[in-house]
């Protein structure tokens, strides 16, 4: 019974829950970070799973250790898995291996590169977040615009197009089955603070079947 209580497994338990706890520390900072500088509400399953690939990344990290036959084994086990739920914004794809590799470095037993690279790099999203709020300006969108397929389309937003943007570029044109116009821009508003009246004016177009207008 002796031989079953000796110290060192009991050390190793204990370093080993504390790097399942430091991962947690980190995956909500990692979190925090996401919540802070998000543009919408952010999705609790989203955010939960954040701080639980961190956890478990690191639980992972320890389990391979130096061997490349469980890394394997590792791969094939979690290949399985597939995710239902499709990523829309390329940034929460950062935020994803922003948790994996706070958990990677924790799990590999590099805590001190864990700490520092998981707070230097959250201050640096939290400084390109206050730089897009307070120095560039807000005044760039996508705009989709359908036109009858009967309309020269050049007349039919022109006027309203050169009283509020100051740049413009057509990106895509197709026609539907329908034989709907549709067409694909870039643009910038002279004042940023019109964008309403702009897509009023596009969608009260008596030859403008439909308008979308989206901050890019």
């Not at 520390?25 to 998000?38: C, D, E, M, R």
Request: hydrophobic share 50%; aromatic share 12%.
């Amino acid at each position: 019974m002796l031989d079953l209580i000796t110290l060192p497994p009991f050390i190793e338990l204990g370093e080993n829950a504390l790097r399942i706890l430091l991962s947690f520390v980190l995956g909500v900072f990692v979190v925090l970070i996401y919540q802070w500088t998000h543009a919408k509400a952010p999705q609790k399953s989203f955010t939960d799973t954040l701080i639980i690939l961190c956890m478990l990344i690191s639980v992972v990290m320890v389990i391979i250790e130096d061997s490349i036959a469980r890394a394997f084994s590792l791969v094939g086990a979690l290949s399985i898995i597939r995710f239902r739920t499709a990523i829309q914004d390329p940034r929460d794809i950062g935020f994803v291996f922003f948790a994996l590799a706070a958990g990677m470095a924790v799990g590999a037993k590099k805590s001190a590169i864990a700490v520092v690279a998981t707070f230097l790099i959250g201050l640096i999203i939290l400084c390109m977040y206050y730089w897009h709020q307070y120095f560039v300006k807000n005044n760039e969108f996508t705009l989709e615009i359908c036109l009858p397929p009967d309309q020269q389309s050049e007349t039919v937003y022109r006027l309203i197009f050169d009283k509020h943007l100051i740049y413009e570029r057509l990106i895509d044109r197709r026609i539907k089955k329908s034989k709907i116009v549709e067409l694909n821009f870039r643009v910038k508003l002279a004042n940023p603070d019109e964008w309403l009246t702009f897509y009023n004016e596009l969608s009260g177009h008596e030859n403008i079947t439909e308008v979308k207008l989206d901050k890019k």
